[in-house]
């Protein structure tokens, strides 16, 4: 675990005007599954998001499949056609849900108005495979990280035009693929983490300026890089575990529990709760506080995905969608029971 400490270190120093990292332990409710459901798109799942207001979601093959959640059974409402060739790799909303953002293996990043289902822009910069996209907080900025071993960092205008800011090359002789960019501290940082175990953190309040960098002995592979919703805990995917680090610099845990690699994992919108899955076909969800599952699900083939709807649905439960290659998407709807 010692050598995630070097990332929190880096996070801290660029996070420094933040608030105070420590961790309460909340109390601990049992963990409910309150209703699951799923369906099919019959096309090869790469990835998926919901929309802000989380009655969207949005799952991408080479065209990306809009789904209205918000009720009891999954409705289609749309198919944005894409048809980027070889597949979507990374998908992602902006704040205000009016663009949806994604890269994919034709290594172009992309820019989508979901309700009119027209493409806005469309940029073919990267060299490789584009394998992570993330809106910063006040949607006015996009980075995109690709197998071409550089994040580009664009300003997006409100018809989601996209310019090119920076492009974001290592200072370091760990250059590997980029497979995830994440906004920190309000959008004032980027840190983005490498297929090779290597993990940056960039400054971005005046210019983009590289203020560490940190290479696990192993590389993690296609590495799986997310950030609790208040920012003070990290998850890190690593083989067939997830590490958890606090942006003070200290290891919170270990999650071990797949049989294969992590695909994905992804923090519940109160921060309470991780989902990962795996290549092995299992879905699990997490207590932060126990580092525990509280609920298992194992499924025929391999999934590839995970995302939270970032707030409740109308009964108040915790919406979870994951993806299988298959193009089977599992909802199940989490709540805490007394």
């Given at each position: 675990?010692?050598?995630?400490?070097?990332?929190g270190?880096?996070?801290?120093?660029?996070?420094?005007?933040?608030?105070?990292?420590?961790?309460?332990?909340p109390?601990?409710?049992p963990v409910?599954?309150?209703?699951?459901?799923?369906?099919?798109?019959?096309?090869?799942?790469?990835?998926?998001?919901?929309?802000?207001?989380?009655?969207t979601?949005?799952?991408?093959?080479?065209?990306?499949?809009l789904?209205?959640?918000?009720?009891?059974?999954?409705?289609?409402?749309?198919?944005?056609?894409?048809?980027?060739?070889?597949g979507?790799?990374?998908?992602?909303?902006?704040p205000?849900?009016?663009?949806?953002?994604?890269?994919?293996?034709?290594?172009?990043?992309?820019?989508?108005?979901?309700?009119?289902?027209?493409?806005?822009?469309r940029?073919n910069?990267?060299?490789?495979?584009?394998?992570?996209?993330?809106?910063?907080?006040?949607?006015?900025?996009?980075?995109?990280?690709?197998?071409?071993?550089?994040?580009?960092?664009w300003?997006?205008?409100?018809?989601?035009?996209?310019?090119?800011?920076s492009?974001?090359?290592?200072?370091?002789?760990?250059?590997?693929?980029?497979?995830?960019?994440?906004?920190?501290?309000?959008?004032k940082a980027?840190?983005?983490?490498?297929?090779?175990?290597?993990?940056?953190?960039f400054?971005?309040?005046?210019g983009?300026?590289?203020?560490?960098?940190?290479?696990?002995?192993?590389g993690?592979?296609?590495?799986?890089?997310?950030?609790?919703?208040?920012?003070?805990?990290?998850?890190?995917?690593?083989?067939?575990a997830?590490?958890?680090?606090?942006?003070?610099?200290?290891?919170?845990?270990?999650?071990?529990?797949?049989?294969?690699?992590?695909?994905?994992?992804?923090?519940?919108?109160?921060?309470?709760?991780?989902?990962?899955?795996?290549?092995?076909?299992?879905?699990?969800?997490?207590?932060?506080?126990?580092?525990?599952?509280?609920?298992?699900?194992?499924?025929?083939?391999?999934?590839?995905?995970?995302?939270?709807?970032?707030?409740?649905?109308?009964?108040?439960?915790?919406?979870?969608?994951a993806?299988?290659?298959?193009?089977?998407?599992?909802?199940?709807?989490?709540?805490?029971?007394?």
């Amino acid at each position: 675990m010692k050598r995630f400490f070097v990332l929190g270190a880096f996070l801290v120093s660029v996070m420094a005007t933040s608030e105070s990292t420590s961790l309460a332990q909340p109390k601990q409710l049992p963990v409910k599954l309150n209703a699951e459901t799923k369906f099919e798109i019959k096309h090869h799942i790469h990835c998926l998001t919901f929309s802000p207001d989380g009655k969207t979601l949005a799952v991408a093959e080479e065209n990306v499949h809009l789904y209205d959640v918000s009720g009891e059974s999954p409705k289609a409402i749309g198919v944005l056609k894409s048809r980027v060739g070889f597949g979507i790799r990374s998908i992602a909303f902006s704040p205000d849900g009016k663009l949806l953002a994604f890269g994919g293996c034709d290594h172009s990043v992309r820019v989508w108005d979901p309700t009119a289902q027209k493409e806005q822009f469309r940029a073919n910069d990267h060299r490789g495979d584009v394998r992570s996209v993330a809106f910063s907080p006040d949607g006015r900025l996009l980075a995109s990280g690709s197998n071409d071993r550089t994040a580009i960092l664009w300003s997006v205008a409100n018809d989601g035009k996209l310019t090119e800011q920076s492009v974001i090359k290592a200072e370091d002789k760990f250059a590997s693929a980029v497979c995830a960019v994440v906004f920190a501290n309000k959008g004032k940082a980027l840190v983005t983490g490498g297929s090779n175990g290597t993990f940056r953190v960039f400054g971005l309040d005046k210019g983009v300026k590289q203020a560490g960098g940190f290479k696990a002995k192993s590389g993690s592979g296609d590495v799986s890089v997310v950030s609790s919703p208040d920012g003070k805990l990290w998850g890190i995917s690593d083989h067939k575990a997830v590490h958890l680090l606090t942006s003070a610099g200290a290891a919170a845990g270990t999650l071990e529990g797949h049989k294969e690699n992590v695909s994905d994992v992804a923090f519940s919108p109160d921060g309470k709760l991780l989902a990962t899955v795996g290549r092995d076909g299992t879905l699990h969800v997490w207590s932060i506080a126990a580092k525990m599952p509280r609920i298992t699900k194992e499924r025929p083939g391999k999934f590839t995905s995970v995302a939270w709807a970032p707030v409740p649905d109308a009964a108040g439960n915790m919406v979870l969608a994951a993806g299988l290659e298959d193009g089977t998407v599992w909802i199940l709807k989490v709540g805490y029971g007394k």
